[in-house]
């Protein structure tokens, strides 16, 4: 275990993220990431950041230091997944100005506890400090984005909730495009999907109809696909439900002119100042680091297109009729203004 500094400088430092919960505690876990690190992770999970010894601290000595208030604006980028997620949020990873976290482990972790059985006041509890820590932007820093993973889908609304002041953009890949994008990815992103789509069932998530048998019946990209109008059934209940607090967009929107769609989420945010032209993000692969040619993207799911195009025809299809069935549109309910 770590030394503990002195707490209340810990609390209102930045380079602490609350990284874990643990609810047999009821306490947090924190490690020291530097404002540099952030640009060089894809995400801030164990795997990306390595072993490290957390400091622990009870949610009732952050409470009496920071309160349940979040000290700065927050804002979140919902999203169904291979859209250019990471990449719009680390647009908005820009040190002095603003601040982006991709897929904080502490917003699975709360996921976790809600599908273990945590009672909803208590959650919502935490949740509420949780949100706190999560909003201590670097200095002259104006807000915080915070990019969930997909395993926290359920929590949209509540976080929503819980935050009044935040405003969502809700990032999706077309259908077919997602869909592509499972299949070149190969057989652990198929098994992911079916996982994911596992817990959406946990959590009461998915209202399309189906019987809890029917998936046993279905294609991995058919499983995919009920995820992914699971999301956009989401959406539109998030867009009718917060109006203009929220915005959705799609990825092909996103890739095409990457730096007016960012210029425009920086205007739904509320957030100003920030320069997105030449930003690292443009120019390389959001998860590996690697150079990003332009035009990349497309060439892959072209690729996968010419490989997987008829197995993906037949799903799209049968999609369609299941989002009819349901009522669910496959467009953005309320698209964000560029």
């Not at 503990?4 to 505690?25: F, G």
């Not at 109008?229 to 095409?256: K, N």
């Not at 997105?276 to 990003?292: E, I, N, Q, V």
Request: glycine share 6%.
């Amino acid at each position: 275990m770590a030394s503990r500094p002195d707490l209340t400088a810990i609390l209102h430092s930045p380079e602490w993220l609350a990284h874990r919960y643990d609810e047999a505690q009821d306490a947090f876990h924190f490690r020291r990431v530097e404002r540099a690190v952030h640009a060089r992770v894809p995400f801030l999970s164990d795997q990306h950041l390595g072993a490290a010894d957390p400091l622990v601290i009870r949610r009732g000595e952050i409470e009496a230091v920071l309160g349940t208030s979040p000290p700065a604006p927050i804002h979140f980028l919902f999203h169904s997944a291979y859209c250019a997620s990471t990449m719009l949020a680390r647009l908005f990873d820009q040190p002095g100005r603003a601040m982006g976290l991709s897929e904080p482990q502490l917003l699975n972790d709360m996921t976790g506890w809600r599908r273990r059985g945590a009672a909803v006041p208590d959650h919502a509890t935490v949740t509420m400090t949780a949100l706190a820590l999560l909003a201590r932007p670097f200095p002259g820093e104006q807000a915080v984005v915070v990019k969930p993973s997909n395993v926290t889908a359920a929590l949209a609304a509540p976080l929503l909730a819980l935050a009044p002041g935040a405003r969502a953009v809700l990032l999706y890949a077309p259908l077919r495009d997602f869909l592509l994008s499972v299949a070149r990815k190969g057989l652990w992103c198929r098994l992911w999907c079916r996982e994911l789509l596992e817990g959406y069932l946990q959590d009461g998530f998915v209202q399309l109809g189906f019987e809890p048998r029917d998936f046993f019946r279905q294609s991995d990209l058919q499983v995919a696909a009920v995820g992914w109008l699971a999301q956009q059934a989401a959406f539109a209940r998030l867009a009718e439900r917060y109006g203009a607090r929220v915005a959705t967009l799609d990825s092909r929107t996103l890739t095409r002119d990457p730096i007016a769609t960012a210029q425009a989420a920086a205007r739904h945010y509320g957030i100003t100042g920030l320069d997105f032209t030449d930003h690292p993000a443009l120019a390389r692969d959001s998860k590996s680091g690697a150079a990003f040619a332009s035009g990349q993207r497309d060439r892959d799911l072209l690729d996968a297109e010419a490989a997987y195009g008829d197995e993906i025809a037949q799903v799209v299809g049968w999609a369609e009729a299941v989002a009819d069935n349901a009522g669910v549109k496959l467009d953005g309910a309320a698209p964000l203004h560029l």
